[in-house]
């Protein structure tokens, strides 16, 4: 298995452009999680879904941030428009239920916003 | 919500001594508790994790105790090894699809 893909693994952008990131969770895995770190504020949670469901998004600092996961194996997050406070390493993680149901990240996107 | 507090926030030992890392949390609801170990650039990784249902779980030179009475859980890594240096993050959650809580992050510096 590849393990959880995101794409890109670096952006740099320009404040006021929209910015897309990219998820792939392992096959067979029915949660998503996407996180994200800063020196500030440590590894925090920003929105996950079930079954292709948000079900939390209480994390999602405001209304610039969006999230969608069409199917099992695909989820963005997009931010429009991108302010430099937005800056950080955003992880996408996937578990599966039953009795082995660790959270596995991906290698995480470096968002950087001039 | 849960709240996770980690300390110390930074470590560092001889190569060859014991870490200890200790982590508590607030919410009784919380079952599932992870340890991962992030390089610098890199993803945090799974290292161990334990369930509610164990107070200890071994694994190599790792091993992770919970006491669910005081709400705490800690880490300790024996004969550590300079490849050990790393950022330490523990986390809590009531079970492992719902989303983790971190602690802040310890980081390890092992001297050879």
């Known amino acids: 298995d590849a393990g959880v893909i995101q794409s890109p693994r670096h952006e740099v952008t320009e404040m006021g452009q929209e910015v897309t990131l990219r998820c792939k969770p392992i096959?067979?895995?029915?949660?998503l999680f996407w996180y994200r770190q800063t020196m500030m504020r440590g590894l925090e949670l920003l929105i996950y879904?079930?079954?292709?469901?948000?079900?939390?998004d209480s994390g999602m600092p405001e209304d610039r941030f969006s999230a969608k996961m069409p199917n099992a194996s695909f989820s963005t997050l997009k931010i429009q428009p991108s302010e430099p406070r937005d800056s950080a390493v955003y992880f996408c993680?996937?578990?599966?239920?039953?009795?082995?149901?660790?959270?596995?990240f991906g290698p995480g996107t470096r968002l950087t916003v001039t | 919500g849960e709240n996770v507090e980690q300390h110390p926030s930074t470590l560092s030992v001889q190569e060859g001594d014991s870490a200890v890392i200790k982590c508590t949390y607030s919410?009784?609801?919380?079952?599932?508790f992870p340890w991962y170990k992030q390089e610098l650039g890199k993803r945090p990784q799974l290292i161990i994790d334990?369930?509610?249902?164990?107070g200890e779980k071994k694994d190599q030179r790792i091993a992770v105790t919970l006491n669910k009475t005081a709400k705490h859980f800690s880490l300790h890594i024996t004969e550590t090894q300079p490849e050990d240096s790393a950022v330490y993050f523990c986390?809590?959650?009531?079970?492992?699809?719902?989303?983790?809580?971190f602690g802040k992050g310890t980081r390890l510096s092992v001297i050879a």
């Open positions: 096959s067979g895995h029915n949660s």
């Open positions: 334990i369930r509610s249902n164990v």
């Open positions: 986390a809590a959650t009531p079970s492992g699809n719902t989303p983790l809580v």
């Open positions: 879904f079930n079954n292709n469901v948000p079900i939390d």
């Open positions: 993680a996937s578990s599966s239920e039953g009795p082995h149901y660790e959270q596995y």
């Open positions: 919410d009784s609801a919380s079952n599932y």
